[in-house]
């Protein structure tokens, strides 16, 4: 069985200039999540989508991030303008039960540096 | 006070000890509870859910207790391979509770 899926797995940038990632979850997998990692922490919650609604996106920095889960499946991650500040690891996770306590997979992550 | 805090470490042990490292959190609403390792530039993994009873893998046991607000894992005859970081996951019940990441513990495992 094919895992979550990230893409690109590396991105160098520079600041003001825009990005996007894209996620595909495990099949079947109804919740999606966003993650933003750093270095030495464990992953902060950006937004969480149950399908194609986005039930938590109260960590997400609206001024410049935005993210869409169209036809509840893939999602894009977008950040613009990208400031020295966003350089991170951008992890998607997907999960087989609606929030609560299911267990999450985890893509490979996005690694991100902006210059 | 951070919701969920760990013990950064490194904890540095012998291959084939015993180690353990607890995890707290602040919201006594938390009802899920999880354990999750990461390896080096790695995305993390799910290790173990923690039950109220209880749960135990192999060498892996994790507990919880509810009344000191705490989850902890023990692992036993540890391996060269158990090197990594441990994360614990602590969330509520409902679809609209948070879900909150500690920043993880270092463990690692020495010849």
């Known amino acids: 069985e094919a895992g979550v899926v990230q893409s690109p797995r590396y991105k160098i940038i520079e600041k003001k200039q825009p990005v996007a990632f894209w996620c595909n979850p495990i099949s079947g997998h109804n919740t999606l999540y966003w993650y933003l990692q750093n270095l030495g922490q464990g992953p902060e919650l950006l937004i969480r989508y149950e399908n194609e609604e986005a039930v938590d996106d109260s960590q997400l920095p609206k001024d410049r991030f935005s993210a869409e889960r169209l036809k509840g499946v893939d999602s894009t991650l977008k950040i613009q303008p990208a400031e020295l500040g966003d350089s991170a690891v951008y992890l998607c996770?997907?999960?087989?039960?609606?929030?609560?306590?299911?267990?999450?997979?985890f893509g490979p992550g996005t690694r991100l540096t902006v210059t | 006070r951070k919701e969920v805090e760990q013990d950064p470490g490194p904890f540095n042990v012998p291959e084939g000890a015993t180690v353990a490292f607890n995890c707290t959190y602040s919201n006594s609403a938390s009802q899920s509870f999880f354990w999750y390792r990461q390896d080096c530039r790695k995305e993390p993994k799910l290790l173990m859910s923690v039950y109220s009873s209880g749960n135990e893998d192999g060498r892996f046991t994790a507990q919880l207790n509810r009344a000191s607000q705490y989850i902890s894992l023990l692992i036993r005859d540890s391996k060269l391979s158990d090197s990594a970081t441990y994360l614990c996951v602590v969330s509520g019940y409902s679809s609209a509770s948070k879900i909150i990441f500690g920043s993880g513990t270092r463990l690692s495992i020495r010849p």
């Open positions: 996770a997907s999960s087989p039960g609606q929030g609560r306590g299911y267990e999450q997979y």
